[in-house]
Each structure stands twice: as structure tokens, then as C-alpha cells.
Nanobody
Framework: QLQLVESGGGLVQPGGSLRLSCVLSGFRLDASVIGWFRQVPGKERTAVSCQSSDSDGDTYYSDSVKGRFTISRDNAKRTMYLQMSDLKPEDTAVYYC????????????????????WGRGTQDTVSS
């Protein structure tokens, strides 16, 4: 049974760091695009970062996180990561991981509607 389980969320002060992890079971992670998205109450889910199956391929970051967040993966462990640094209160959201077998340009566009498999989300709160 395919399942994605996030961990690593929590409460952090502004300027702090968190690393989110997402473990996939029931499917292989290689040959898939991975993505991290976030959502705040009353708003649509938005893209944070996506990465092509080839780590030298397309990687997308939203403008709001570029330079502060890093997406990565360990295919052998079927795990994807989101390293978040210099966190700001506006980063507060529920963070979701997602994956989908890759097709061209999918990572570069990083659209939630292109992903069919999702984790249940983890709450990250940035507050002093």
C-alpha cells in the first residue's frame, strides 16, 4: 500500500531551522518527481519546492523560499527531505510532501495538481 509519512515539523523561533522528512512506502522513489507544498487555513496549497528524478535535473523553489530551503532525496531510503533555514513567521503552514512518476517539465512547473500521492501533512509554526 502506497503511503507517505512526514515528520520533523514543530515550533521554531524566527531565524531558526527545521528539517522535514517524508518516507515513502509501497513504491519506488526513483524515476519520480518529489515535491513539498504548504497550506495555510483558508488558502490554496502552494508549491515550495520540487525536484526531478535526476538530482542534476530540474529543481524548483518558490521565490519566497529560494536561498533558504533545500530539497533533497535518498532514493535507497525512499525518503525526501526539506531543509528549512532562516525561518520566518510567514513560513508557518502545514507542509505536505508529494511524489509522482515523472514526465517532462513537471519539476520545473511544480504544480500541486500534477501530483497524485500525498502525505498527510506536518504543522510548522514559526513564532517567538
Amino acid at each position: 500500500q502506497l503511503q507517505l509519512v512526514e515528520s520533523g515539523g514543530g515550533l521554531v523561533q524566527p531565524g531558526g531551522s527545521l528539517r522535514l522528512s517524508c518516507v515513502l512506502s509501497g513504491f519506488r522513489l526513483d524515476a519520480s518527481v518529489i515535491g513539498w507544498f504548504r497550506q495555510v487555513p483558508g488558502k490554496e496549497r502552494t508549491a515550495v519546492s520540487c525536484q526531478s528524478s535526476d538530482s542534476d535535473g530540474d529543481t524548483y523553489y518558490s521565490d519566497s523560499v529560494k536561498g533558504r530551503f533545500t530539497i533533497s532525496r535518498d532514493n535507497a531510503k525512499r525518503t525526501m527531505y526539506l531543509q528549512m533555514s532562516d525561518l520566518k513567521p510567514e513560513d508557518t503552514a502545514v507542509y505536505y510532501c508529494a511524489f509522482e512518476p515523472e514526465y517532462p517539465h513537471m519539476a520545473a512547473t511544480c504544480r500541486p495538481r500534477d501530483f497524485g500521492s500525498w502525505g498527510r501533512g506536518t504543522q510548522d509554526t514559526v513564532s517567538s
